[in-house]
T-cell receptor, first 116, second 113 residues
Framework: ETGVTQSPTHLIKTRGQQVTLRCSSQ?????VSWYQQALGQGPQFIFQ???????GRGNFPPRFSGLQFPNYSSELNVNALELDDSALYLC???????????????FGQGTRLTVV | GENVEQHPSTLSVQEGDSAVIKCTYS??????FPWYKQELGKRPQLIID?????GEKKDQRIAVTLNKTAKHFSLHITETQPEDSAVYFC????????????FGIGTKLQVIP
């Protein structure tokens, strides 16, 4: 098992509402990335946080936002939820070194979000 | 940006046979290539990875090869077992200003007993 944990595991929200998902990174890791995985699809990169700052973003609208805290845990916030936001949201933690070679990313178990 | 193509999207093999999944990437800056196995309803699990300074890596029944010139890498599973049935994702990672991960679309592997 990885040391990456996510909460909650399941969530049902109504269209238009806001949601906050949480991720605690593996000890020693400084980077958290968030992914959206629709049913039957591969994970799609939302954004990455490195040292408490957004450090890269995929093709997602501004209503997807996040935070990283000094202990490297992270939150994903989604405003004005839409039906298409229903998906498995995964976070992955890693140890990133600027300019260096990539390192392993370990995934949390995910949060299953259903928007009705 | 990076584009990772993965094929086949589905693969059925008889137990004991080999399975091969192939990926190509576009960004020459990518330097780390992990493979993940995702069972139904579970998180992706890292099963093997390869770095750009290595051409091949093996771990028991699983091996990965990398051809940097052609920008493709492959996962090989030998002596497949029913518990190998899952969705497998390749990924290409580059590190520059940040660690950028691009996944393939996944391959659903079914091992038939």
């Amino acid at each position: 098992e990885t040391g990456v944990t996510q909460s909650p595991t399941h969530l049902i929200k109504t269209r238009g509402q806001q949601v906050t998902l949480r991720c605690s990174s593996q000890s020693g890791h400084n980077t958290v990335s968030w992914y959206q995985q629709a049913l039957g699809q591969g994970p799609q990169f939302i954004f990455q946080y490195y040292r408490e700052e957004e450090n890269g973003r995929g093709n997602f609208p501004p209503r997807f936002s996040g935070l990283q805290f000094p202990n490297y845990s992270s939150e994903l916030n989604v405003n004005a939820l839409e039906l298409d936001d229903s998906a498995l949201y995964l976070c992955a933690s890693s140890l990133a070194r600027q300019g260096g070679i990539g390192t392993e990313a370990f995934f949390g178990q995910g949060t299953r979000l259903t928007v009705v | 940006g990076e584009n990772v193509e993965q094929h086949p999207s589905t693969l059925s093999v008889q137990e004991g046979d080999s399975a091969v999944i192939k990926c190509t990437y576009s960004d020459s800056a990518s330097n780390y290539f992990p493979w993940y196995k995702q069972e139904l309803g579970k998180r992706p699990q890292l099963i093997i990875d390869i770095r750009s300074n290595v051409g091949e890596k093996k771990d028991q029944r699983i091996a990965v090869t990398l051809n940097k010139t052609a920008k493709h890498f492959s996962l090989h599973i030998t002596e497949t077992q029913p518990e190998d049935s899952a969705v497998y994702f390749c990924a290409a990672i580059s590190s520059g200003g940040y660690q950028k991960v691009t996944f393939g679309i996944g391959t659903k592997l079914q091992v038939i007993p």
